[in-house]
């Protein structure tokens, strides 16, 4: 018996937390630190425009000297952003990312933000897969 091989969705975090790619550094770094995270899906009139990370954040205080308060998400954030969608199979979407050193990729439905996948949650689909393989559990 052959099991279904998991897809994006199974493992994304849904409806992530997004800025405004207008929203200034100091907002973003706060948010990421409020909620606890370290990637940001970046939003201009609905869409996805970028992603930034705290990564991000520090390289640019620390390397160009940014003012957080003064300059925007929008102008540091990586774009364009790997966009998959939720049907997509997970072992092609993590060889991608590891491939090109991701931290995260945005999941995309019909043009709208559904979900992000980050080295963590594929971290835990890999716990899953040995789990299930040899401990025959989950």
Same mark, same amino acid.
């Given at each position: 018996m052959s099991k279904e091989e998991p897809t994006v969705q199974k493992f994304m975090t849904c409806q992530p937390h997004s800025v405004d790619a207008g929203v200034s550094l100091q907002q973003a770094? !706060?948010?990421? =630190?409020? #909620?606890?995270? !370290? /990637?940001?899906?970046?939003?201009?009139?609905? *869409?996805?425009f970028g992603i930034i990370s705290? !990564?991000?954040?520090?390289?640019a205080v620390s390397m160009i000297g940014a003012d957080l308060q003064k300059m925007a998400v929008r102008d540091i954030c990586q774009v364009p952003v790997?966009?998959?969608?939720?049907?997509?199979? #997970? /072992?092609?979407?993590?060889?991608?990312?590891?491939? /090109? /050193?991701?931290?995260?990729?945005?999941?995309?439905?019909? =043009?709208?933000?559904?979900?992000?996948?980050?080295?963590?949650?594929?971290? *835990?689909?890999?716990?899953?897969?040995?789990?299930? !393989?040899y401990h025959h559990t989950v």
């Amino acid at each position: 018996m052959s099991k279904e091989e998991p897809t994006v969705q199974k493992f994304m975090t849904c409806q992530p937390h997004s800025v405004d790619a207008g929203v200034s550094l100091q907002q973003a770094e !706060r948010m990421m =630190s409020d #909620l606890k995270i !370290r /990637h940001l899906p970046v939003m201009k009139d609905g *869409r996805v425009f970028g992603i930034i990370s705290d !990564r991000d954040i520090k390289t640019a205080v620390s390397m160009i000297g940014a003012d957080l308060q003064k300059m925007a998400v929008r102008d540091i954030c990586q774009v364009p952003v790997y966009e998959v969608s939720p049907e997509s199979l #997970l /072992h092609e979407v993590a060889d991608e990312m590891a491939a /090109h /050193h991701y931290g995260s990729v945005v999941v995309v439905q019909n =043009s709208k933000l559904v979900g992000i996948l980050t080295t963590v949650d594929i971290c *835990r689909a890999f716990s899953h897969v040995l789990q299930q !393989r040899y401990h025959h559990t989950v």
